[in-house]
């Protein structure tokens, strides 16, 4: 009996001594756990780059191929240069912005991109205005838009410090247009060709009468007999479809010429990250040398086909013909060079700088 009561007390014994062990092994396990560092917090994720919206403003309507083709073509190529963090809208036919409007429309934010004419605010760009005179021969628009865009460079204007540009494309040579041939300087004598601005001028040097109206006038102004001709580039014989009123279509790549740039908003483009700059610049550098710089030649040779398919006939002028039709103009080119003496600006290097280059590229860009 003793024994039995002793080994039941031993057995109780040893169960509470367990049951002690047990929750001081307990205790331990906790305690180790309580003196653990809590677990870091998971960082956040980086956010994915914003997408920088830009508004690009031009005048021509959204069926020419500046709009349908050139722009979205540009567009499209900074869009994927950037990875989608850029992405450029279009506003077509002046719905943003007149056409004389574009340029100080971007420096003052409304658009934050812009295609336009120098021409349309004559007097604005003092400098930029000499690669568009007539008395310095581009055989096409290659050659007159890589003129415009490395004496740019070279020149350096101030009056385009305030935008940043992007491009410069062109026309190319415009061409003289008429019912009846003209090969020589006799033929042009008092023949009325629809002109404005400084074209106009080189016309009466050259002797014909220059009558001024818009272009949208000179269709039916060419199918009554108001005036014999029109200048203006040959894109424009389909255009326009000016082949249908003229005949003859006379080649004088000094006559005409008209540019196009492309700039940017200086405060956008300084608040651009430096990878965006990097990658629109050398973008916008690569489209300007393998399309927009002779983008209107291709729409030119539309204009030829569809001319020669009405029966137009193509004249040339013989070397002797040139010589004296750009020796009329010269004054014009002297006129310019001492007006820009007289804003202190140096003139003649100016002048001397649009010949050199073009004739470097006419050599290069036959």
Known sequence: ???????????????????????????????????????????????????????????????HQVETKLVPGWAKAIEQATNGRVKITSYPGETLLKAAEIYDGVVKGVADIGITCYSYTRGRFPVMEVFELPGITYNNS?????????????????????????????TGPG?????????????????????????????????????????SEAYEALSKGVVKGNLAPLETLKGWKFAEVVGYVTDAPFLYNTLFPMFMNKEKWNSLPPDIQTAIEDTSTKYFQEVAAGFWDT?????????????VKFLTLSDEEKALWISRLQPL???????????????????????ELSEQFNKQYK
């Open 1 to 63: 009996m003793f024994r039995q009561v002793f080994l039941w007390k031993k057995s109780r014994k040893e169960r509470l001594i367990g049951v002690l062990l047990a929750v001081v092994v307990v205790a331990a396990l906790v305690g180790a756990g309580c003196a653990q560092k809590p677990a870091a917090p998971e960082a956040p994720k980086a956010e994915a780059p914003k997408t920088i919206e830009l508004k690009l403003a031009h005048f021509w309507p959204s069926a």
């Open 142 to 170: 290659k050659v007159s838009s890589w003129t415009a865009w490395e004496g740019m460079k070279k020149l350096k204007p101030k009056e385009l410090e305030d935008t940043k540009h992007l491009m410069i494309f062109s």
């Open 175 to 215: 061409v003289l247009m008429t019912k009846t041939p003209v090969q020589k300087l006799a033929d042009l004598k008092g023949l009325e060709i629809r002109a404005t601005g400084v074209s106009a001028e080189s016309l009466k040097l050259l002797g014909a009468t220059p009558v001024a109206m818009p272009q």
């Open 299 to 311: 729409i030119n040779e539309e204009g030829v086909k569809f001319a020669q398919e009405k029966g």
């Open 333 to 355: 080119l002297d006129g310019y060079a001492a007006r820009m003496k007289e804003k202190g600006l140096p003139g003649d290097e100016i002048v001397k700088t649009a010949k």
